[in-house]
């Protein structure tokens, strides 16, 4: 068999949800909004563009994984847009108020298994800014497989990006999808 004729190796794209929608919310509303009670534990709005990130991680190869791991109960605004995406939703509930990296821990145990399990991932793509993640783009680019990182370009770790094959910035995944409406100067 001829090696161009192989199947191409199969995406595996891991959400850290809830970190990328508060960086963004942070970016709109100011430093510090979302972690006050008032901000972060009601209905969110909107801000992620969901399918300009599945489409990079498709561009990697066919999506065999698409999870998103986040505390589900205040992000029904995004209802359709997961749904478009095909997007497994992994429920987390915080133990407390100010629990933190759940989704972190569950993200990389998931990873790690379906590294493990699943010869025909070649990619991994996480998203999320935590310097958390960067153990397991250890034990990734261990495994032989292509690890690349979104995050948010104010609040995500350079070392964590510094450690991914590639790392891409969510404004520039979604500049870049942006039609161009700059008039046109031909006659």
């Not at 963004?24 to 008032?38: F, H, I, Q, T, V």
């Not at 990130?53 to 109960?73: K, T």
């Not at 100010?98 to 399990?117: F, H, Q, T």
């Amino acid at each position: 068999m001829n090696p161009s004729d192989s199947p191409k190796k199969s995406v595996a794209l891991y959400w850290d949800f809830e970190n990328l929608h508060a960086s963004l919310s942070e970016a709109r509303w100011g430093e510090g909004s979302y972690n006050k009670p008032d901000g972060r534990f009601k209905s969110q709005e909107p801000l992620i563009n969901v399918q300009a990130i599945v489409d990079l991680a498709a561009s990697f190869g066919p999506l065999a994984i698409n999870r998103a791991y986040c505390n589900w109960q205040y992000f029904g605004r995004y209802r359709d847009d997961l749904l478009q995406g095909a997007i497994e939703l992994i429920q987390l509930f915080s133990p407390g108020a100010s629990a933190k990296n759940g989704a972190d821990i569950r993200l990389c145990l998931d990873a790690m298994e379906d590294v493990g399990r699943f010869d025909h991932i070649g990619t991994i793509v996480i998203v999320g800014g935590d310097s958390d993640f960067m153990p397991v783009a250890t034990k990734i680019k261990a495994a032989g497989l292509t690890l690349v990182g979104i995050g948010d370009i104010k609040s995500t770790n350079r070392h964590w990006a510094k450690s991914c094959h590639e790392f891409r910035y969510y404004e520039n995944i979604v500049d870049a999808q942006a039609p161009n409406t700059e008039p046109s100067t031909e006659e």
